[in-house]
């Protein structure tokens, strides 16, 4: 930016949002937020307006005005500076917002720092809620990362401000539920597209030129403006750093099978055998008896599809894309199991094939690798009825957002969701998961893809 008065002067308000937020002021954030933006960051700690309202919750010093033999003394804002000494840059609006800004948005200057009052407590409380759905109703974004690598609900989580966490996670099930809508509304859109682009073809022999050069880059990479999060699918936020592994590239990358893991070629964890308990569980829910007709989407290491085998199933169905995973397969005999069919290949092309034959289940298990959310949605709202017979079940590897908490609470609410919405009831199970850190399960492995202590296992029936 050229003209330093209107740097310096968006500098100051950045600031005023960051502490109106802070001092739970929804009088003071409402007149800034007609300007200024809910999305804006420290420059020092990453907060953003809800990381403020959210650490301002915290049992320390707050950052409203304290008073000294009566006089309001200067505050410290988040960059390190006095709110004086910033109102000296410049003249304006900023200078009408100064006296309330200062109020601790409670109508007194006094701070009550230290009181154990529960009144106190659930005031601020009941205020720092405010203050959050007043920034989600200016467009503040739930998942920013502040330089603690925390997002706000992470924040919330840690300092236990349950109803405040709550307001964050339904949040992102809003956001996550209207990106996986006009993800939606896109595809239908792009089918039209494409026909209408090959009855244009017909007419017009430059249209394949105009086309060609208007795909993305080659790196399939979509540029999003500066500062804003780019949606994930798979339910985590992407660190700065790594690449998303995607579904073609998996299929293409060389695979080590070790004796508790498979690594694919840039050592990401594919499969590893700490997902026993949770596979033997499943296994036990979705078949309980024996003699069921059973199929499970995705092999990898055959943890799931050994546990089924003791359920000595009628028929076993195994659908396997990986090359490396099939010949594996081979080579350890699944092919000559009694009962077993191995179908190789996506399950998008092999899945029609057994609807159109009319083979039904009674157990079916999805776990792919590397497929978006939009996957396994398409799998559940399309394809399972046409596979499942009556009182049959269903699960999945509940694995959406599973590198922090409140990605995998908002994921497994949006799923939920999505379920009912296709016509299928789901019953939770919360399963205790091992300290993998202590035990050293990712030595080895780029990036954990589990964080969490606790792992909830579906069941989906039909509704009625």
Known sequence: MDDPVQEADLELEAQLILLAASNHNIEALRTLLRTGSANIQD??????????????CENSPPSSPIKENGHSIAVGLPNGNCIDEEA?????????????????GHGEK????????????????EAAEKTIRLLFQNGAIWNDLDKNNETPGCLARRLGLDSLYDLIVD???????????????????????EEEEEESDVHDPE???????????????????????????QGHIAQPGTEEITSEGYLNSDLTFGRDRILDQDNNGVMMAWESEIMQRTADLLAPATGLRVLNIGHGMGIIDDFFQTKAPAIHHIIEAHPTVLAEMKKNGWDQKPGVAIHEGKWQDVVPKLIEEGTLFDAIYFDTF????????????????????????????NGLGA???VCYDVYSKVVEIDLLEAGYDVEW???????????????????????????????????G
């Open 43 to 56: 420059p020092d700690t990453g907060y953003t307006p809800l990381h403020s309202a959210i650490a301002a």
């Open 88 to 104: 000296k840059k410049i003249d304006g609006p900023a200078d009408d917002l100064m006296e309330v800004q200062l109020s601790n």
């Open 110 to 125: 006094d701070n009550p720092a230290g009181s154990d009052s529960e009144v106190h407590v659930s005031e601020e409380i």
């Open 171 to 193: 949040a992102g099930v809003r956001a996550e539920m209207l990106l996986n809508r006009l993800d939606g509304y896109e595809m239908l859109r792009d089918e039209d597209s």
């Open 207 to 233: 249209a394949s030129t105009v086309e060609a050069e208007q795909e993305p880059s080659a790196d399939g990479v979509t540029d999003v403006p500066a500062g804003q999060p780019e949606p994930s699918h």
């Open 370 to 397: 590397a497929e978006e959310y939009k996957a396994l949605h398409q799998f559940f709202e399309e394809n399972v009825i046409g596979l499942l017979d009556d009182g049959g079940k269903w699960g999945f590897f």
């Open 403 to 405: 590198d922090r908490q």
């Open 429 to 463: 199970e919360t399963l205790k998961v091992q300290d993998l850190d202590r035990e050293k399960q990712w030595e080895g492995v780029k990036r954990p893809y589990w964080q969490l202590e606790n792992y909830k296992l579906p069941v989906c029936t039909f509704i």
